[in-house]
C-alpha cells in the first residue's frame, strides 16, 4: 500500500512536471466577453463526423509546379487546415516549394511547428540559425535530390536554389498550421511601418538606408 502511494505520488510528480498550455494552432485567439462575437476555437470548429466526406481529406495539384516569376525567385503552396479541412486537430501538414533558378526562399520561421524538407529537384543551400543563448550558430548543408533536412521549431531558416535549372521541394510539418512569418516582410514591411529610429538603432544602419528597405515591396512567396 506504501509503495502504491509513493508510486502514485512519483507520477503524478513527474505527469505535472511536464503539464504546459497546449501549443496554439493559430497565431492568435484574442478572449472575448460575449461568445456571439466568437469567430474561431483554438483551431476550426469540427463539423458533425456523420456529414463528413472524403473531400474533406483530399488535395489535389501538388505535383504542378507553381509560377516563381516574383522577386525572390521562389512560391510556396502550403497545403494546411485552410486547404484541408479534415486536417483540423490532427497536427500535420505539408507544404510544395518551387524556385526558379537561383531563386529563394527568404529567412522566415514558422511559429508553431517544426519542419522536415525534402529535396525532390535540384540543389539547395539551406540553413537555420540556432538562438542567442546558443551563440546563433549557422547549420547549413547541401541538399541534393532525396536529401532531408530539419528546421526546428521557431528558428529562422532560408533555402537557396544554386543551381541553373527550377528546383522542387516538399516540407512536411508538425501543425494543422505552421504559420509563415518572413523575417524581412515583418521588420522592413511592416503595416504600418515601424518607426525607422527603431530600425536604425537595432540593426546599426543610416536613415536614408532604412527609408530605402522600408520603401521596398515585401513579396509574400506564400499561398
Ligand atoms: C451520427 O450517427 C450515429 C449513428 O447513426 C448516431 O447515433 C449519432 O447520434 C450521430 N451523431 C451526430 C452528432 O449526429
Not at 518551387?98 to 522566415?108: C, I, Q, R, S, T
Request: with cysteine.
Amino acid at each position: 500500500m506504501k509503495l502504491f502511494v509513493v508510486l502514485l505520488v512519483c507520477a503524478f510528480a513527474i505527469s505535472s512536471s511536464f503539464a504546459s498550455d497546449p501549443s496554439p494552432l493559430q497565431d492568435i485567439c484574442v478572449a472575448i466577453k460575449e461568445p456571439k462575437d466568437a469567430v474561431f476555437v483554438n483551431g476550426k470548429f469540427c463539423k458533425n463526423p456523420n456529414l463528413t466526406v472524403a473531400d474533406d481529406f483530399f488535395f489535389q495539384g501538388l505535383n504542378v509546379p507553381r509560377n516563381t516569376d516574383n522577386k525572390v525567385g521562389s512560391f510556396i503552396t502550403g497545403v494546411d487546415v485552410n486547404l484541408i479541412s479534415g486536417l483540423n486537430t490532427l497536427g500535420v501538414s505539408v507544404a510544395r516549394v518551387d524556385f526558379a533558378p537561383y531563386g529563394v526562399n527568404p529567412p522566415h520561421l514558422h511559429p508553431h511547428s517544426s519542419e522536415i524538407l525534402m529535396c525532390m529537384e535540384g540543389e539547395l543551400y539551406v540553413g537555420f540559425v540556432l538562438s542567442n543563448v546558443l551563440g546563433n550558430r549557422f547549420i547549413t548543408k547541401v541538399l541534393k535530390p532525396g536529401d532531408l533536412f530539419v528546421f526546428p521549431l521557431g528558428m529562422i531558416h532560408f533555402q537557396l536554389n544554386i543551381g541553373k535549372t527550377p528546383a522542387v521541394a516538399f516540407a512536411s510539418f508538425g501543425s494543422q498550421n505552421p504559420g509563415f512569418i518572413t523575417v524581412g516582410n515583418a521588420v522592413f514591411g511592416a503595416n504600418p511601418p515601424i518607426d525607422p529610429e527603431v530600425l536604425i538603432k537595432a540593426f546599426q544602419l543610416d536613415k536614408k538606408t532604412v527609408d530605402y528597405l522600408q520603401s521596398q515591396l515585401w513579396y509574400n512567396n506564400h499561398n
